[in-house]
């Protein structure tokens, strides 16, 4: 059974930049793809990464694509997502999300519950 905890999200001006923890535990992390997704008010969950378990390879959505940095902690306990240059847009729940099979996306197996990040001035 993994568990996934996610933390981190709090209140940020436009133009900065956040981290945001997910802390594993129950289970080998390198058996799961996992995935940052987050849903913005009235809108429905979306994909921002995907580490690939089979090959190790990190993908963004293009709305994030040079802004966020997604990785694993060399403890394989945790995994990681750095933001930068942050707008209203990113505002969200953010939630982390593991896939034994190495799906990812909104029917993934294992989820946290979520951390909520605001983007404002």
């Known amino acids: 059974q993994l568990q996934l905890v996610e933390s981190g999200g709090g209140l940020v001006q436009p133009g900065g930049s956040l981290s945001l923890s997910c802390g594993v535990s129950g289970d080998t992390l390198d058996y799961y793809s996992i995935a940052w997704l987050r849903q913005a008010p009235g809108k429905e969950r979306e994909l921002v990464s995907c580490l690939d378990k089979f090959d190790g390879a990190i993908t963004y959505a293009d709305s994030v694509k040079g802004r966020f940095t997604a990785s694993r902690g060399n403890a394989k306990n945790a995994v990681y997502l750095r933001m930068n240059n942050l707008n209203p847009d990113d505002t969200g729940v953010y939630y982390c999300?593991?896939?034994?099979?190495?799906?990812?996306?909104?029917?993934?197996?294992?989820w946290g519950k979520g951390t909520l990040v605001t983007v404002s001035s």
């Open positions: 999300a593991g896939d034994q099979y190495g799906w990812c996306g909104g029917d993934m197996y294992y």
